[in-house]
């Protein structure tokens, strides 16, 4: 059983910056698949970035203002947001595979455990 919170979520203005934490459990973090998921209201739950042991992906929307990374020392993946957007406004989950191979990181129906969601809220 993997167990995840995220934290760092909030209002800001358009142009500003967030960065989420998601602190997670378990023995074997560091061959984790880490995913960062999103879903705004009356929309699909979609992919935003994603890390893993070949490197990282994100969603062509964030490419260039979001940067995702891992801290394996301490059992947390992070989403730095920078240059928000209103259009960036909504929930946002972390989500963890155990399968270290996994291809299919965009696919949120791949990951096995996921966080309560954090509230990013980006006014114009």
């Known amino acids: 059983q993997v167990q995840l919170v995220e934290s760092g979520g909030g209002l800001v203005q358009a142009g500003g910056s967030l960065r989420l934490s998601c602190a997670a459990s378990g023995r074997t973090f560091s061959s984790y698949v880490m995913g960062w998921f999103r879903r705004a209201p009356g929309k699909e739950r979609d992919f935003v970035a994603a890390?893993?042991?070949?490197?990282?992906s994100y969603a062509d929307s964030v490419k260039g203002r979001f940067t995702i990374s891992r801290d394996n020392t301490k059992n947390t993946v992070y989403l730095q947001m920078n240059s928000l957007k209103p259009e960036d406004t909504a929930v946002y989950y972390c989500a963890a595979d155990l399968d270290t191979y996994s291809s299919g990181y965009t696919n949120p129906l791949t990951y096995e455990y996921w966080g309560q969601g954090t509230q990013v809220t980006v006014s114009s």
């Open positions: 890390v893993r042991w070949s490197g990282v």
